[in-house]
């Protein structure tokens, strides 16, 4: 199909030191000088293993947050080329066939492909080590999208997943312990039937499980209970007036985490929506 859009773009920014709340959870250790690496460990915990049961309206129930995730600090797995040192990277491309293949789109979502743009950004993982993800937004809010990662960058903020959110992930059993940082995904408002701003690709999720969405009893993800107590601070949450926040706003984009009911702690927008 026919994909307009402009060639790629790439910036460059130089990384400070980082401040305490932003540091990653977990340090990477570096390899012993001499001899073999050591054998990684084995995960803590496996997301998306363990469905949830159903509650009446096809959520999950809303249980306990397991031991394992109360520090969440899972290792962010490569699927893109990591960054090449510790220096921020984007690039803006047209919308490739294949990753809108493998994305949410489908003839019926509000926004047309050549209206998207395909980005890829350098992160900090809860592992200490920059990776690359990906992400599908609006071609109107790509240059801003890449200046307020190149600055979550730069503070060190971790993230532990950013891709294309897939299909069958619409429509699959509740884990209830993803934590994708994303955007476009074609979907209604979350209890409306008109579209999100995410089916636009002008809405960004950070962090889901560390920034729940609560509203009533609902809290979502259903594990992320131990992540509304926001006073106790732990890496990738996101506070009123943090740099994560400030970047956002410096683009004209508005916090969920504001607003009272419901609180969308992960969601940012450029719509207020």
Same mark, same amino acid.
């Given at each position: 199909?026919?994909?307009?859009?402009?060639?790629?773009?790439?910036?460059?920014?130089?990384?400070?030191?980082?401040?305490?709340?932003?540091?990653?959870?977990?340090?990477?250790?570096?390899?012993?000088?001499?001899?073999?690496?050591?054998?990684?460990?084995?995960?803590?915990?496996?997301?998306?293993?363990?469905?949830?049961?159903?509650?009446?309206?096809?959520?999950?129930?809303?249980?306990?947050?397991?031991?394992?995730?109360?520090?969440?600090?899972?290792?962010?797995?490569?699927?893109?080329?990591?960054?090449?040192?510790?220096?921020?990277?984007?690039?803006?491309?047209?919308?490739?066939?294949?990753?809108?293949?493998?994305?949410?789109?489908?003839?019926?979502?509000?926004?047309?492909?050549?209206?998207?743009?395909?980005?890829?950004?350098?992160?900090?993982? !809860?592992?200490? &080590? $920059?990776?690359? =993800?990906?992400?599908?937004?609006? +071609?109107? %809010?790509?240059?801003?999208?890449?200046? /307020?990662?190149?600055?979550?960058?730069?503070?060190?903020?971790?993230?532990?997943?950013?891709?294309?959110?897939?299909?069958?992930?619409?429509?699959?059993?509740?884990?209830?312990?993803?934590?994708?940082?994303?955007? !476009?995904?074609? &979907? $209604?408002?979350? =209890?409306?039937?008109?579209?999100? +701003?995410? %089916?636009?690709?002008?809405?960004?999720? /950070?962090?889901?499980?560390?920034?729940?969405?609560?509203?009533?009893?609902?809290?979502?993800?259903?594990?992320?209970?131990?992540?509304?107590?926001?006073?106790?601070?732990?890496?990738?949450?996101?506070?009123?007036?943090?740099?994560?926040?400030?970047?956002?706003?410096?683009?004209?984009?508005?916090?969920?985490?504001?607003?009272?009911?419901?609180?969308?702690?992960?969601?940012?927008?450029?719509?207020?929506?």
């Amino acid at each position: 199909m026919g994909l307009a859009g402009c060639g790629p773009q790439g910036t460059e920014t130089p990384q400070p030191t980082p401040s305490p709340l932003f540091a990653p959870a977990s340090p990477a250790t570096p390899p012993p000088a001499t001899g073999a690496a050591p054998a990684p460990e084995p995960p803590r915990w496996k997301v998306g293993a363990k469905p949830l049961p159903r509650r009446p309206d096809g959520l999950g129930q809303i249980l306990p947050t397991p031991p394992e995730l109360e520090n969440r600090a899972l290792p962010t797995a490569d699927f893109l080329p990591p960054p090449a040192g510790d220096r921020y990277a984007s690039t803006i491309a047209a919308v490739p066939a294949d990753v809108l293949k493998r994305s949410t789109w489908q003839p019926a979502c509000p926004v047309a492909p050549a209206a998207l743009r395909y980005l890829t950004m350098s992160f900090w993982g !809860f592992d200490g &080590r $920059p990776h690359t =993800g990906e992400m599908i937004v609006n +071609a109107s %809010a790509a240059d801003g999208v890449t200046k /307020v990662f190149g600055r979550l960058f730069a503070e060190r903020f971790p993230l532990e997943e950013m891709r294309v959110t897939r299909p069958d992930e619409l429509t699959a059993a509740p884990t209830g312990d993803g934590n994708d940082t994303s955007a !476009f995904v074609c &979907r $209604p408002a979350r =209890g409306q039937a008109n579209w999100s +701003a995410h %089916a636009y690709g002008l809405a960004v999720d /950070v962090n889901p499980f560390c920034n729940p969405y609560t509203k009533g009893d609902l809290v979502l993800p259903e594990l992320a209970s131990a992540y509304l107590d926001r006073g106790n601070l732990r890496p990738g949450m996101l506070l009123p007036g943090d740099p994560v926040v400030r970047a956002f706003s410096s683009i004209g984009w508005s916090w969920g985490g504001s607003w009272t009911s419901p609180k969308d702690r992960m969601h940012f927008s450029a719509t207020g929506n």
